[in-house]
């Protein structure tokens, strides 16, 4: 019995600890790791905030391994990676000619990033674990995934296609087993890697109309936090987890979303460039999650707490109970319109 008590009195000192340590990231800056040569997968990057993902990761010489259904976006986002490496080259040339002049010493030149390009569905199991193999092939082990591919289907429940929730869940959720089970063994072995899940908001509380996004982003957080409870359970330590749970970010995924007008103006939808800064941030310090705002740490945690019937009264309030019904409303505007012009 003494033995449990101290033992409890050990975890009570563990916890307030980590809320200091807590508190100290929060008030002084951790100093980011530097990622130049290794090697980032990135799911969903012809677009959207995998783009963003691979130009920032570009800007710190890692080497990008791109993934997206689309080949065409896919190029495109590559093209912008090259032309970063380029300027990077350019920039190092022009100190390396500076310091030469002054000691005449001949520098070793330093690893040369480089960029490939991958068609995958990463809806379809096989299509992940083909494509892994060829990124082995290609490149060699990763050290970075980026669980970034996400799609949204548009429909209220009833009037949703069965196909379309299937592939909602399997790109937003199950991919991200597929991804996972292809790479992480030789983490494991090197007991070296970080995996990112980018989720949503939507995955810590839901809002009405969009069934589907919501239960297949609550899904791939379960899955993350399963596997980060996994990882320390095997004292796997040196593989890093980040949960991403933004807001609404303005990236046409959602395009016609509105809360409350009144409320808008201090909860405005996410810059995709912000977004991707912050999450950044908490990539390279390590960081177990992040959301954006920090106001929806707030709501996450009132969710936590409060009656369900309180919750409706606050989503009244804010215009958050209806927020997706003009989104959706658009999107089957758009539909009829598609049909009309190839006259189905």
């Not at 009195?9 to 008030?27: E, N, T």
């Not at 890093?240 to 990236?251: A, E, G, S």
Request: net charge neutral.
């Amino acid at each position: 019995m003494l033995s449990i008590l101290g033992e409890f009195l050990v975890v009570i000192l563990k916890v307030l600890w980590a809320f200091v340590l807590a508190a100290l990231r929060w008030l002084m800056r951790p100093k980011e790791k530097n990622v130049a040569g290794q090697v980032c997968v990135i799911t969903g990057a012809g677009g959207g905030l995998g783009r963003l993902f691979a130009t920032e990761f570009a800007r710190r010489r890692a080497t990008l391994v791109l993934w997206d259904i689309n080949s065409r976006s896919n190029e495109e986002t590559a093209e912008m990676v090259r032309s970063i490496y380029r300027e990077l080259e350019c920039e190092r040339d022009r100190a390396e000619c500076g310091q030469g002049a002054e000691d005449g010493v001949e520098e070793v030149p330093p690893f040369q990033p480089k960029v490939y390009t991958y068609v995958c569905d990463v809806s379809k199991r096989e299509s992940v674990y083909s494509t892994a193999e060829k990124v082995r092939r290609d490149v060699g082990d990763i050290d970075l995934l980026i669980n970034n591919a996400g799609v949204v289907s548009g429909h209220h429940l009833l009037e949703c296609p069965d196909e379309l929730i299937e592939r909602t869940m399997m790109v937003n959720c199950h991919a991200h087993f597929w991804t996972t089970k292809a790479f992480l063994p030789k983490m494991l072995e090197m007991n070296h890697g970080h995996i990112v899940t980018v989720a949503s908001s939507l995955g810590l509380f839901s809002t009405a109309g969009v069934e589907d996004y919501c239960a297949s982003k609550f899904g791939a957080i379960g899955f993350h936090e399963s596997l980060s409870h996994e990882l320390k359970a095997a004292e796997k330590d040196g593989i890093k987890m980040t949960l991403v749970c933004p807001y609404l970010v303005d990236t046409g995924m959602f395009r016609g979303c509105r809360i409350r007008k009144e409320i808008e103006p201090f909860l405005p939808p996410l810059k995709p460039e912000y977004c991707v800064k912050q999450v950044m941030r908490a990539i390279l310090t390590d960081q177990p999650m992040v959301c954006t705002p920090r106001i929806i740490y707030m709501v996450n945690f009132m969710k936590s707490i409060l009656p369900f019937e309180a919750i409706v009264c606050m989503y009244r309030f804010l215009g958050a109970d209806k927020c997706m019904y003009p989104f959706l409303a658009q999107r089957k505007e758009a539909m009829n319109n598609n049909e009309a012009k190839n006259g189905i």
